[in-house]
């Protein structure tokens, strides 16, 4: 018998205003032609003017608790993971706290922008196997669009708003292919900070600052580092690729997607994408596409799922998860 963490519930929450990419024309120099058929994107949501990354959070996290059949009372470890704060403290999570209803416990972010629910899912399930959580709420939550400096089309038609939840609870396993996260595997490179960043923060600027990138330079580390992590994890594990039933990845752009499906050779069929609903919003869209899958009803207890991620910092990483 060995202590591990197993996903039993799951939510996710996009803002209602959609903004198509032919609405993002009548703006700036762009097309839907060129957004789509470089990043796959159709439209992004974006959180209403008063709605803050923890109101989002809240949603998410409720549909989660439903979904797992508990309530706020029963969790004791919240972790939201964010680049998009409500304010530079105290932790978004701890807002989400006060908006549960609950004063048990302990909250806290994760910040490694899109990696974010990659590390959260790794740190989650480390306090659950360590025994310092018995059930945990994680949610990657974002306000992207409020980073944006919206003449610059490099960037601004690569980002939307939203927010997913998992509940993790303790179980107790006997068997290696028991339902609960098997793994993870978690790099990040600060010298390649430059390439992917938001020029502003309460110690340099004492602004928010907004979000500047290097695309084509972050497009030729993607694919590479993704695979990398994706076939270590495997390695540490001893599994190949033929045992990844559905491939989760973080949705930024169909073509990183596309291009690391075909490096370790999984088929498409197997690979959940969503971001030309919502584009990319960072620490969110993983449990976006999650969700997706599950409602979709073709992930079935006891598959393989592979997660992965990568974002400013730079970071990257994966986690393994046998489905519950
Ligand atoms: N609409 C129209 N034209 C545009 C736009 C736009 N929105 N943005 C840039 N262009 C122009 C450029 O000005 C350039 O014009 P030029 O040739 O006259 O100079 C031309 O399009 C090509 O620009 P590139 O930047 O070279 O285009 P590229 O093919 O590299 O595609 C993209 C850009 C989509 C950003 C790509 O580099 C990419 O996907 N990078 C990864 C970025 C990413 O996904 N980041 C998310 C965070 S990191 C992560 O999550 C993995």
Redesign the pocket.
Known sequence: MSRKAKITGIGSYLPAEIISNNELSKT????DE??TT??GIKQRHRAAEGEATSDIALQAAQAALSDAGITAQDIDLIIVSTTTPDLTFPATAALVQKKLGINHGAAFDVQAV?SGFVYGLSVASAMVETGQAQRVLLIGAETMTRLLDWED??TA??FGDGGGAVVLEATEITTPDAPHIVGSYLRSDGNLTDL?YVDGGPSTTGTTGKLR?Q??E??RH?VGNIAEAIESLLQKHNLTVDDIDWFVP?Q??K??IDGVAKKIGLPVEKTVVTVQEHA?TSAASIPLALHDLVKSGRVASGDVLMLEA??GGLTWGANLVIWA
């Open positions: 700036l120099d762009t097309s060129w957004i470089r990043s899109c089309r490099t038609v690569l992917l990138m695309g084509r972050v497009y993607a973080h930024a752009n073509r990183i990319n990568m974002g």
